[in-house]
């Protein structure tokens, strides 16, 4: 059975803003020993964003290597700004260091499964990035080593520490919401670029695989297992890339909608996320903004629309429309939860089960396996 146990996430709230007082509560004791760190891998697409977060968190990571998927793959990055001072090394050599405690997987997707099985045998803790895997045999055979060697193995899924989406959580599970039946997500990109297109073409689901991911992940924490995922889709004949797509999640009432469109224009700011119930309502419009305001230089606001038939706590009856300030850094709230679970600061609170079962939805959604 599923643990359904999940982060709580404090806010700090005044005159329509929730504050981010749950990040500035991570901050480490004194007493807080670094965890040594390694990165394997620089082709996946979040590789150098993951390893510029974990320099922006010396309190938590001594950072000891990286390792490239070849010579080739090293020689075109060792000069990239965010590996300096970085000292590169073969997989063999990581694997070998002294004291290492951790590592972040970032590889090539096919080459995540394989890479994280080896450092779990070895007893390392693991940050993953996403989608895990394309089986659930190898899926199974990760958790297993996961399980064995105790192992915390966080995916790369970058929701599970949105302050917006952790909002959202906390008003479902707290049945502000009354009964959930109407959910739409949608993770819009423009992709053009040839190269892009023709290699997230060999990937079953395309679009829905590598990016929609994200959004499955969340679904199935919100409401856990469907009982049924139909997919739709309407590749690109050029390139064969399944860049339209649908995934419908059903459930005894509810029902989410997951779309990813690669097509449409000024598609990150056209991501957003619908949630209704029988009392309430949130949405959140775009998902995520990284934009500055010009004046103050600070990350602009999430909106997030929550309407209410009833109060509850420092929320009125009716429309509030909030601001989120987001974490300044995309992954850093994921990564000083990592570096918390490790020192056992911080229950992890997705099991192995939650995490084979969220990936069996991916791959579901994706085209991958028939669901049930």
Known sequence: ???????????????GVVAQGWANAQEPGEEFRKIKI??????HE?????????KMLPQYFEIVGIAAESPEEQKKHQNDGVYKNVPWMSREEILAIPGLEAVAVETEMTELIPTAVKCAEKGLHMHVDKPLGQSME????LLDACRKNNVIMQPGYMYRTNQAFRLLLRAVRSDWL??????ALD???????????????TYRGGGM??????????????????????????????????????????????????RVSLRKIDGFSRRRLACHGTKGSFVLDPLENWSR??????????????????????????????KIPPFEDRYIGQLTDFAQFVRGLKENPYSYDFEWMSQKAILAASGYIEYP
């Open 1 to 15: 059975m599923i643990r359904r146990t999940f982060m709580k996430t404090g806010f700090a709230l005044g005159a």
């Open 293 to 322: 305001d010009p004046k103050t230089k600070k990350m602009v606001p999430l909106n997030v629309r929550l309407t209410l038939d009833e109060p509850h706590e420092e929320y009125r009856k009716g429309l509030n429309e909030l």
């Open 209 to 258: 695989y590598d990016f929609g991911s994200h959004l499955v992940d969340f679904v199935v924490e919100l409401l856990g297992a469907p009982k049924e995922i139909r997919v739709f889709e309407r590749p690109d004949p050029t390139d064969g890339l399944s860049d339209n797509t649908l995934s419908v999640f059903l459930y005894e009432k509810a029902i989410a909608e997951i």
């Open 38 to 43: 390694a990165q394997i891998g620089v082709r």
């Open 187 to 201: 993770m819009c990109r423009n992709d053009t670029s040839p190269g892009f297109r023709k290699w997230l073409a």
């Open 46 to 54: 979040h590789a150098s964003g993951k390893m510029s977060t974990l």
């Open 178 to 183: 009354g009964e959930i039946h109407d959910i």
């Open 138 to 141: 190898e899926i199974t055979r």
